[in-house]
């Protein structure tokens, strides 16, 4: 590998890299006390996101700790219902809280033309962060995708299994289309604005996307998601995008190749020779060592970690957990994660 190379953006392009690029989803956070005692500082965590500074801080801090070969822009997927107008709180220890969406007049009073400018301390931040980073390191931006999203503005919570949405999806389709088609729009101009700002790769994360079945996962999963792609690419052909479709199993076959992502995120239940067989021949992968066991640490860390680089480190593939990482991780096992995917020795 030549010294100009960017690990992440070359296993982006197709390339095996040997140790494979490593970064964690939710990288920045509680599990860092530096993080704690910035969030100490604001009222609420959605302020965290919108004072440029600080999040410019908090995406940093994890970067200063562990060799990751990537950053990610600190904001949160539901910052979008937050611009578009919906009333988004994090309630402590509760998770997010919106006024739920289920008709029309609601969707209504949603407005696209405000979003883009609630959105602009989002590319502050981007352009301090970029600032502060070596040219190895890029900066991932991203939103989530329009089903995800939609999940929380008709919920109006998190929620195990996103009945409200899929019930709204089922008897009016086109209310819901509607709401997705802002998604879309509205995604799109956010994700070029942080690529303007500096960014270097994009992930949309569609966290509830094994909800649906299989005509549903395609008509409000797959095909918003190929729409964003085509649009942001149009605009800016170069940057590569990752697709994270949790919990889609085997539909992430029919996702990779008809979204038009240039990698897919794997969630934990995934199956490593699976995916080794069935999805890396046809683009690379990131994933999916699971949350819990780098929380738990001990050998059974060691021994998963080792499965993982020996069954997808053959090809394009970026080192990541299969979802964000818990609050009670202990840094120690985090700095064991890095030791052990850079081939440092271990003790
Ligand atoms: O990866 C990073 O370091 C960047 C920051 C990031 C956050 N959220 C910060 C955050 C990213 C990429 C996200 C994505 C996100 N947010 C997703 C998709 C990925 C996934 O986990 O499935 C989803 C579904 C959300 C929505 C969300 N945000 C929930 C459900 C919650 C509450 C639950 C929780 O973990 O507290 C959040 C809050 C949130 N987002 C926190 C952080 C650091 C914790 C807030 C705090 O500090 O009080």
Same mark, same amino acid.
């Given at each position: ?13 197709g ?21 704690r ?11 965290l996101?919108l ?13 200063r700790?562990?060799?990751f070969d990537? #950053?990610? @822009?600190?904001s949160?997927?539901l910052?979008?219902? !937050?611009?578009?107008g919906?009333?988004?709180? $994090? +309630? =402590? ?17 949603l407005?696209p ?12 931040? +981007? =352009? ?17 995708a329009?089903?995800?999203v ?7 919570a998190? #929620?195990k ?13 086109s209310?819901?289309?509607a ?19 500096g960014?270097?790769a994009?992930?949309? !994360? ?7 079945p ?7 999963c ?14 800016m ?6 697709? !994270?479709p ?10 990779? #190749? ?11 239940s995934?199956?490593l020779?699976w ?29 998963? @970690? ?10 394009? !593939?970026i $080192? ?14 985090v700095?064991?994660? +890095?030791?052990?995917v ?5 003790a």
């Amino acid at each position: 590998m030549t010294g100009s190379k960017v690990p992440l953006l070359s296993v982006l392009t197709g390339e095996t890299c040997a140790p494979p690029p490593l970064w964690l989803m939710r990288q920045a956070g509680r599990y860092l006390p530096e993080y704690r005692e910035v969030r100490k500082t604001v009222p609420s965590f959605l302020d965290l996101c919108l004072i440029p500074r600080l999040a410019a801080e908090v995406t940093l801090q994890p970067l200063r700790r562990f060799s990751f070969d990537a #950053s990610i @822009v600190f904001s949160d997927i539901l910052i979008m219902p !937050f611009a578009l107008g919906q009333a988004v709180a $994090f +309630v =402590e220890g509760e998770g997010p809280k919106l006024d739920p969406i289920r008709d029309g007049a609601a969707l209504a009073r949603l407005d696209p033309v405000v979003a883009a400018t609630k959105l602009s301390p989002v590319y502050e931040t +981007v =352009e301090r962060v970029v600032a502060e980073l070596p040219a190895a390191v890029p900066l991932i931006g991203f939103c989530g995708a329009p089903w995800t999203v939609a999940t929380y503005m008709v919920e109006g919570a998190g #929620s195990k299994d996103q009945a409200a949405a899929r019930t709204l999806a089922y008897r009016d389709p086109s209310l819901f289309q509607a709401m997705i088609d802002m998604i879309v729009e509205t995604s799109t101009t956010y994700l070029v604005g942080q690529v303007a700002a500096g960014c270097r790769a994009l992930q949309i !994360f569609d966290s509830w996307s094994g909800s649906l079945p299989e005509d549903a996962f395609a008509r409000w999963c797959i095909a918003p998601t190929k729409e964003i792609v085509a649009r942001v690419k149009r605009q800016m052909p170069e940057i590569p995008i990752i697709g !994270f479709p949790r919990g889609a199993g085997p539909s992430a076959v029919r996702y990779a #190749s008809e979204t038009g992502v240039d990698g897919v995120g794997c969630d934990t239940s995934l199956p490593l020779a699976w995916i080794a067989k069935e999805l890396q021949p046809q683009v690379p992968v990131q994933g999916n060592l699971d949350p819990v066991l780098l929380a738990a640490g001990g050998p059974e860390l060691d021994v998963r @970690v080792g499965q993982i680089l020996a069954e997808l480190g053959r090809g394009p !593939f970026i $080192f990541n957990l299969g979802h964000g990482i818990l609050p009670d991780t202990p840094i120690a096992h985090v700095e064991r994660l +890095v030791r052990l995917v850079k081939g440092d020795s271990v003790a």
